[in-house]
């Protein structure tokens, strides 16, 4: 499959990782419908993309809103033969703070119900859909590529929910591939180090420059662009299926 044959539902889209992958599909003549909350820009960025793209609002935590998102993106693309799940939130607190109090529980709950169980309900959703489409020559009905994080293997202090919510997306990669191989769907991981995206604009200079210095080689944060590229190679690679791609500059995290 290549990215400009691509009938695309990239949730997170608005933004970040998934607003690099939105505009690589857009650029490469793909259509592309965004998912993001409707507080996001994604109706600016869908205007922007031209008549390829679409905005969706949908909070990926809502099933109802799931459904409905789905079945729209599905009226408007024709098919869906591609989701990047990107949609994701970082709320980081230690198990015990300073001041002896434990980890807000419902926190905790929010970073697995966005980043892990919103993920897989965007994801069985479309899976159904792609599960009805028409293969092609090798017998290929979709891609999907989960946007994970080296947090996964290598959490800082305060990510306890976040790696939880990440290492859960590595660990269904290859259940996932089994389930879906014999409906001609692949499913692949990718997990970023360190993007230049808002939230890490948003962290101290000091906590940036750190964080860069980590790299082996190049120095510096990595690129939505950079992600989307290899997005675009799990697609148009058929060969790759159930497994993790680190994307870090060969960055290894230390406990902070």
Known sequence: MKIGQTRAVVTGGASGLGEGVARMIADEGGWVAIFDLPSSRGAELAEELGERAAFFPVDVTSPSEVERAVAGAADFLGRISLLVSSAGISPAARVVDRNGSPFPLERYRLAIEVNLIGAF??????????????????????????????????????????????????????????DLGPSGIRVMTICPGT????MVQAAPEAVRTSLSGLNLFPARFGRPSEIARVVAACVEVTYLNGEVIRVDAGARMPPR
Do not use: C, F, W
């Open 195 to 198: 993007i230049d995206t808002p």
């Open 121 to 178: 309900d965007v994801l069985r959703q479309v899976a159904a859909r792609m599960h009805g489409n028409e293969p092609d020559d090798e017998g290929e009905r979709g891609v999907i590529v989960n946007i994970g994080s080296t947090a996964a293997y290598e959490g800082q202090v305060g990510q306890a929910a976040y790696s939880a919510a990440k290492g859960g997306i590595v660990a269904m990669t290859l259940p996932l591939a089994r």
